[in-house]
Antibody
Framework: QVQIVQSGAEVKKPGASVKVSCKTS????????IHWVRQAPGQRLEWMAW????????QYSPKFLDRITITRDTSATTTYMELSSLKSEDTTVYYC??????????????????WGQGTQVTVSS | EIVLTQSPGTLSLSPGERATLSCRAS???????LAWYQQKLGQAPRLLIY???SRATGIPDRFSGSGSGTDFTLTINRLEPEDFAVYYC?????????FGQGTRLEIK
């Protein structure tokens, strides 16, 4: 069955970068996109970015455009989200999730059928 | 971007009762591209409904979605103890995906 396992919790200083990994299994990696969503305590979920796992194309939310990078390693069926210039407001849980639409017809506008367990990122001096 | 407003903020019901959760959009959602998720404490969201009314794989038929345009509803019949959680709606009809702020369903 589909499994998504994210890397463990991170503690970073303001201004630093963090790289979170998202390893998937149980399906053909390049058939479905990976999206990244974050959720601050008591806040609504916030979409950040997606990657077309077949061709590597990405699209980022304007809010994170200048400091987020999504990459993938098809041989490792793993996707990475790197967020730079961290601020205290970036302290939150980061999720990766599979887009439900086959990647050949998918866009950044999709719903998410499988989610990773989440990665807590804490930004503190 | 489309703003989704969920109501009520908290819903207190007893097992066996019916829950009705609302999600209202600031503008019409194209093709009824509206999904619902359930999230329990410390867990990732779980997909319940997509396309406004289609149940995701493995979701019991006591969960149903309805609505169109700007007004959508998630109905949970015959509440089970495991249904008490936070529920979010999400629109994906607009390129800027957005989520509602959530409705907490708690045991009365």
């Amino acid at each position: 069955q589909v499994q998504i396992v994210q890397s463990g919790a991170e503690v970073k200083k303001p201004g630093a970068s963090v790289k979170v990994s998202c390893k998937t299994s149980g399906y053909t990696f390049t058939n479905y996109a990976i999206h990244w969503v974050r959720q601050a305590p008591g806040q609504r979920l916030e979409w950040m970015a997606w990657i077309n796992t077949a061709n590597g194309n990405t699209q980022y939310s304007p809010k994170f455009l200048d400091r987020i990078t999504i990459t993938r390693d098809t041989s490792a069926t793993t996707t990475y989200m790197e967020l730079s210039s961290l601020k205290s407001e970036d302290t939150t849980v980061y999720y990766c999730a599979t887009g439900a639409t086959p990647v050949n017809i998918a866009s950044e506008s999709d719903y998410f059928d499988y989610w990773g367990q989440g990665t807590q990122v804490t930004v503190s001096s | 971007e489309i703003v989704l407003t969920q109501s009520p903020g908290t819903l207190s019901l007893s097992p066996g009762e019916r829950a009705t959760l609302s999600c209202r959009a600031s503008q019409s959602i194209s093709s009824n591209f509206l999904a619902w998720y359930q999230q329990k404490l410390g867990q990732a969201p779980r997909l319940l409904i997509y396309g406004a009314f289609s149940r995701a794989t493995g979701i019991p038929d006591r969960f149903s979605g309805s609505g169109s345009g700007t007004d959508f509803t998630l109905t949970i019949n015959r509440l089970e103890p495991e249904d008490f959680a936070v529920y979010y709606c999400q629109q994906y009809g607009n390129s800027a995906i957005t989520f509602g702020q959530g409705t907490r369903l708690e045991i009365k």
